[in-house]
């Protein structure tokens, strides 16, 4: 099964985060941990955590626009890490920093 980890240090900061700039729901298992997924059935899904063992993700979302995100990420406490690179002819990639101070990458494709 695809999955995702993403370790946080306050879970509802990284929560709220997520939903902004992502638009993922949010539903705790406890106090520490809680599963997030994207709208509408697109992509895996995943959790948020408290950091511990694991401190880093290693994830990619696809989006529709990467410079929409990018915006929305700086606007909800992230930062854009790097240019926006291409890939292809029509798909690009970036790295952000998130609220928690992970970094995960975006990739959109206009084909």
Known sequence: ME???IPTDDIKRAQAFYKEVLGFDYEPWG??????RQPEGKGINGDLHERGATPHPTVV????????TVAAAVA??????????ALT?????????????????LYDDTE
Do not use: A, C, P
Not at 31 to 36: L, Y
Not at 61 to 68: A, H, Q
């Open 89 to 105: 002819e029509t798909s690009r990639w970036v790295y952000i920093k998130d609220s928690e101070g992970n970094i995960v990458g």
């Open 61 to 68: 979302f696809t989006v529709d626009n990467i410079e929409e």
């Open 31 to 36: 106090d520490d941990m809680g599963v997030i």
């Open 3 to 5: 999955h995702f980890e």
């Open 76 to 85: 909800n406490g992230g930062s854009q890490l790097g240019e926006i690179q």
